[in-house]
C-alpha cells in the first residue's frame, strides 16, 4: 500500500457491518436502509434490462433521461436552472463524485478544508489527490454540533484551494442555517475558493430545518460543485448512482478525473432513477415523514437508556455522547464491546477525526431501519 493511503486501512462501515453479521448484532452502524426503495422503481429498472436500455456503455456524463430529470429535480426543488448536457454528471454514487471532484480539482500540495467529524471516504480521497486535509472541527454547541465560524476563517491560507463541506451533516445530524452558508460563501468569494458540497441527505431534514443548496447563494453558482446520490434519497444505496451538478467548466474537469475512475456509470439503473426523481412531491415528504417518526423513536428510546443525545436535525444519523453511561468516554472501546454486551453495532466517531481525543466520546447510530428493529434496539440498549 502506498503512502498516500497508508493511513487508512479497512473503512469502519466495512468493519463493524461485518462485526454485525458475525454476532447477530442488530447493525445501527453503516447507514443504509433496511426496507428497500419505492416498488414502482425497481420495476423500471427490471423494465430497463429487459428492454435493453443500458446494457451496453451508456454514455459518459449518464444517460440523457436522467441527466434531464436531474436538472428538473434542481429547478423544481430549488429553483437551480441547468443545462443537462453541461452541468449535470452522473456517478457511480456520491463516492465516486467526491473523489473524481478532489482529483480534478486539487494539485499536489494544495489544502482542502472539510469539516470534522468527516465521512470517512473525505480523508483518503483528499491523500490521493495529493491534497492536504485542514479540518476545521463541530463542536457540541447545546443541542447539536455546531461550525465555528472564526474557525473556519482562520483556517484558510494562501494555499487553500478548496473546502469540502456537507450538510445535512454525517455524523452530527447538523443542517447549516442559512446564515451559517451565508458566511461560508461570503468567506469563499473573498478567497476565491472552490467549494465542493455533498447533499446526499438533501431531502432528510426535520422539524424546522430547512436544507438550503450553497449554489443558490449568491456568487457560488460558478464556484460550487454539488453532490447528491439517489442511494439516501430512494434507498437504493447498492445501485451506486450519484451525481454532479456545477458549471460546464467544472463539470467537464469532474468528468476528466470520472472517465479514468469507472468510465461510465451502471446503465439501467440510470433509468430507473431517472423515474425516481420525477416522482411526486408527496413521495419526498411520505419519506422526510417516516423517517421523522424513526429518529424520534431512536432518539428518545437512546435518552432513556442513558445517551446525551443531539437531536439531529437532518442525515438518517444520531451521534450521542456516551460519557453518562462511561465516564472514560472511549467510544471504540466502547463500539467494540457493545455488539457482545447487548446485540447492538454502532459507530464510533472517533474515526471521523484527526483529532481522535475530540471525537473519543461520541458514537453514532443509524435510524433508517424498521421501527420493529429499532424498538428491539432500544430494549437491548437499556438492558446494556
Ligand atoms: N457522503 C455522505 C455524507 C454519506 O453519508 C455517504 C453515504 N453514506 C456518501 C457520501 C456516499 O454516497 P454513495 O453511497 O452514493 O456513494
Ligand atoms: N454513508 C454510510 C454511512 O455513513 C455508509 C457508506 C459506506 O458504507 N461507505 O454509514
Redesign the pocket.
Known sequence: LNRRLAEFGT?I??EM?ALATATGSINL????PDTDGPESVREAAVRALRDGRGNQYPPGPGVPELRTAIAAHQERRYGITLDPDAEVLVTAGA?EAIAASLLALVEPGDEVIAFEPY???YAASIALAGGTRVPVTLRPDGAAFRLDLDELRAAVTPRTRLLLINTPH??TGTVLTRAELTAVAELAVERDLLVVTDEVYEHLTYGDAEHIPLATLPGMRERTVTISSSGKTFSF?GWKVGWVTSTPELVSAVRSAKQFLTYVSAGPFQYAIAEALALPDSYFDDFRADMTAKRDLLTAGLRDAGFTVFEPAGTY?VTTDIRPLDPAGDGFAFCRELPERCGVVA?PNAVFYDDRAAGAPFVRF?FCKRESVLTEAVGRLKRR
Open positions: 473503512t462501515f466495512a457491518s452502524g453503516q447507514g443504509f463516492t465521512y470517512d471516504s454525517n455524523p444505496t444519523f459507530i443509524a
